[in-house]
Nanobody, 124 residues
Framework: QVQLVESGGGLVQAGGSLRLSCAASGSIFSINAMGWHRQAPGKQRELVATITSGGNTNYADSVKGRFTISRNNAKNTVYLQMNSLKPEDTAVYYC??????????????????WGQGTQVTVSS
């Protein structure tokens, strides 16, 4: 079974910084893209940033220049460095990973896995 465990959320003042981490574990054969999404109260989940296995990145316009996504392939971990945080960044942040893992019935299966979410609150 695969698990994605996030950490690093919390309460910070506007202008501050936080670093989120998400570690994937289990019977993983390979990890393709990894990413971060967020969901604010009353809003739909939205993409924040993604990173491919080769290190290519993509960001939502609202976080460009403030957030940086990175990954450590040896540790199956993805990070999100968040600087110059704004109250509108307040949300539950979820990591995801498109990965190939051992399937319960045998063989390998590629699917998208999600973490449980971590709360980020930015006060004004």
């Amino acid at each position: 079974q695969v698990q994605l465990v996030e950490s690093g959320g919390g309460l910070v003042q506007a202008g501050g910084s936080l670093r989120l981490s998400c570690a994937a574990s289990g019977s993983i054969f390979s990890i393709n893209a990894m990413g971060w999404h967020r969901q604010a109260p009353g809003k739909q989940r939205e993409l924040v940033a993604t990173i491919t296995s080769g290190g290519n990145t993509n960001y939502a316009d609202s976080v460009k220049g403030r957030f940086t996504i990175s990954r450590n392939n040896a540790k199956n971990t993805v990070y999100l460095q968040m600087n110059s945080l704004k109250p509108e960044d307040t949300a539950v942040y979820y990591c995801n990973a498109v990965l190939t893992a051992q399937a319960m019935g045998g063989g390998l299966r590629t699917s998208n896995w999600w973490g449980q979410g971590t709360q980020v609150t930015v006060s004004s």
